[in-house]
């Protein structure tokens, strides 16, 4: 298992510069040593590799920068991996062949900052295609308000291809409640390929929070870069502030996050079984299931006071309080839940349909589960056992004992059924947590954010794990980068639903759990070069 | 109140790039708990069977002309129900780069395009409370009040 040692040897090694700093162990390595350490933390030590953000330092130090972000689960370690490139033309090594799952960051960080990537191809990921040329969003002179002209808006069409049926699913689809855009090539009834088109709720929030907001604020916009998953974002910002200024918080406030993070997970997962119930055809469940879910939604509003973006969560702590009255009642609700859980759930997975119809599809094989690097319940169902609030414990969960569920199966009856196991899990936590409640102030006395520091955190998502990386700043973050989980799991759809009856497409996509909103902030996908446009501009 | 559409009102939930969170809470006020079908309330899976459309998200650009075909492809009488801060006004993304600012923005576009809309109806909230979806839809229905009873005016 490798140590902090073996991570700053591979710096020291070829002449980088180190600083292991609490659990993040900081390289700065030359752009050309990029690729093979890369290759060996990924290929060879076995660590998760996360996300990579670039980040225009002109007005600090005169370059670009790129940092890939890995995290060794086993050592609960974090690597940060960094490199300063040119400020006229920044140009990076990629590393997307030895590590698949960096291929759509290194396609965000050329749109957003336009840094190249030698030895791939690059193309637009996040930004519409009609989006004016050498116009990077997250370049430090460019202005958050200065909009495109959207006279030139223009919808992407994209050429049918003659050997195989194509049928396109979205951006607005009865299967679907966001705008994503799938297009399935199938043969017959076999899905052959897919290529996806997402980033339809890219809304410019990076850029937001590094030009109009202060630290406290992003607390409330990282809530809103997901609807579902909201407050998992605004721990994960204040946990990564909190680690780069070193600020002490409250053992109670930390509690107090865990139980409100495992609220939310509970809602998610129900909703999530309640969809998955819809596509498949059995409504009965869907319905049921949802009405089991407006328990959690009481839940939360009891104590939060709100039934979605909580709005508590503050660098230093939280804003409200869980009294003992409070603490009975979310007892007496949680166990009201449970039982009602139990009983639809029983019956929804044996019933024959849903059972037929989730056994045996949408199989994602162990290798290219890590190879690409998915999260969550979807590397769970495919046999890799890992989960951040285990292995990079965060708030209180080091105070809580819990079951990790892992499936070897890999098809879409193991991910339904890791969610089952964890609204348990889950239930249990928030006993457990409820129980050990400690006693004290829930927000530190003194949050002082010194400017240049970074901070780095993982925290595990109803989807899987979120990270979120601040580079702090003169009273705002300077960079803050967010990676959700559906970012790392989307590519995993065309290994999952590539020879697949069309029929089973939409709960295999359903089963990843995708969350395009925490996705699209930023941008792209890739179409192996198998679609070719067609002169676009024709149609509204 | 609107005199066109006096039966059942099918709807079409239309995503504009909204974080999903009045999304959910439109789903929601449709299963058992809430039960919008009491009031005859369909959702529908295209815009051409729809009576309203329900809007949520703040229209990012990329979305925008998929937005446009949408509410283009509806028949006449058009109304739409423009759902959460992000709907009604932009939300905090007002002024972003990579969208255009909610509904009223949306409605300049639509109308350099030829394409009319009959009517607009504003539900804040952040996000809208189901409770908050039902009672727009009553007041399309003219079976409540409107609450705000002067124009809101309106600072460009």
């Known amino acids: 298992m490798p140590g902090v040692e073996e991570y700053v040897r591979l710096a020291q090694e070829r002449g980088g510069k180190w600083v292991a700093h609490g659990d993040t162990v900081h390289l700065v390595v030359d752009p050309s040593d990029l690729r093979p350490i890369a290759d060996k933390i990924f290929n060879e030590y076995g660590a998760s590799f996360r996300t990579c953000v670039g980040t225009d330092e002109r007005p600090l130090n005169n370059h670009f920068s790129i940092t890939h972000l890995f995290t060794d689960d086993r050592s609960g370690l974090y690597i940060a991996l960094k490199s300063y490139l040119d400020p006229e033309n920044p140009v990076a090594p990629s590393i997307a062949d030895v590590v698949p799952a960096a291929d759509w960051c290194e396609l965000e960080a050329w749109d957003m900052l336009g840094i190249r990537f030698e030895g791939r191809r690059l193309e637009r990921l996040v930004l519409p295609y009609w989006w004016p040329e050498g116009v990077h969003p997250l370049r430090k002179e460019f202005d958050y308000k200065s909009r495109p002209d959207v006279s030139l808006a223009r919808s992407e069409r994209v050429a049918l291809r003659k050997e195989v049926g194509t049928v396109p699913l979205g951006p607005y689809h009865p299967a679907l409640h966001e705008p994503e855009y799938f297009e399935l090539y199938v043969k017959g009834e076999r899905v052959v390929d897919v290529r996806y088109r997402g980033f339809h709720v890219h809304r410019g929030i990076e850029k937001l929070a590094e030009s109009r907001m202060n630290y406290q604020q992003v607390n409330f916009l990282a809530e809103r870069i997901c609807g579902i998953c909201g407050f998992e974002h605004s721990t994960c910002y204040a946990l990564a502030v909190e680690k780069a200024a070193g600020v002490d918080v409250p053992e109670r406030a930390q509690f107090i996050r865990s139980i409100v993070l495992e609220v939310e997970r509970l809602h998610s997962h129900l909703l999530l079984l309640g969809v998955a119930f819809h596509l498949l055809g059995y409504d009965a469940g869907f319905m049921h299931m949802w009405r089991v879910r407006e328990r959690t939604m009481v839940l939360a509003e009891m104590l939060t006071g709100s039934r979605k973006t909580y709005g508590i969560n503050l660098v230093g702590g939280v804003r409200r309080d869980i009294n003992e009255e409070k603490k009975s009642k979310v007892l007496s609700e949680l166990g009201g839940l449970v039982k009602d859980f139990k009983r639809v759930v029983e019956i929804a997975v044996s019933a024959p349909n849903v059972k037929r119809r989730l056994t045996g599809t949408g199989i994602l094989p162990k290798e290219d589960a890590r190879r690409l690097g998915v999260e969550g319940p979807v590397a769970r169902a495919s046999g890799i056992d890992k989960d951040a609030r285990r292995d990079l414990p965060y708030a209180a969960y080091k105070y809580a004992s819990f079951r990790v569920p892992v499936y070897t199966e890999g098809d879409n009856m193991a991910r339904v059924l890791v969610r089952v196991e964890e609204v348990f899990e889950s239930v249990s936590i928030i006993e457990q947590l409820l129980d050990k409640l400690p006693k004290g102030p829930i927000m530190a006395e003194k949050v002082e954010i010194p400017p240049g520091r970074v901070g780095v955190q993982v925290v595990e998502a109803p989807r899987g794990g979120d990270i979120h990386y601040v580079l702090t700043g003169d009273g705002r973050p300077y960079r803050w980068r967010v990676r959700a989980p559906t970012y790392a799991n989307i590519p995993a759809l065309k290994v999952m639903l590539r020879d697949q009856r069309l029929a089973d497409a939409p709960i295999t996509i359903a089963s990843i759990d995708p969350c395009f909103s925490c996705t699209d902030r930023v941008v792209v996908v890739r179409d192996d070069g198998v679609v070719e446009r067609l002169e676009v501009g024709a149609s509204w | ?156």
């Open chain 2, 1 to 156: 109140m609107s005199e066109s559409v006096k039966r059942s009102i099918w709807v079409y939930h239309l995503n504009t790039g909204g974080c999903n969170a009045c999304d959910i809470e439109v789903l929601d006020a449709l299963t058992p708990w809430f039960d919008a079908e009491r009031f005859g309330v369909k959702l529908v899976p295209s815009p051409r069977q729809a009576d309203v459309i329900l809007l949520t998200g703040p229209v990012t650009i990329e979305a925008l002309p998929k937005v446009v075909n949408a509410i283009e492809a509806m028949p006449r009488p058009r109304y739409i129900i423009a759902l959460g801060s992000c709907g009604v006004g932009g939300g905090i993304w007002h002024d972003t780069y990579s969208t255009i600012g909610g509904v009223r923005e949306l409605l300049k576009v639509l109308e350099a395009r030829g394409v009319k809309v009959d009517g607009v109806y504003y539900v804040p909230g952040c996000p809208v409370r189901p409770e908050s979806i039902l009672y727009a839809v009553a007041l399309f229905k003219g079976l409540v009040e409107k609450k705000v009873k002067s124009e809101v005016a309106y600072s460009e």
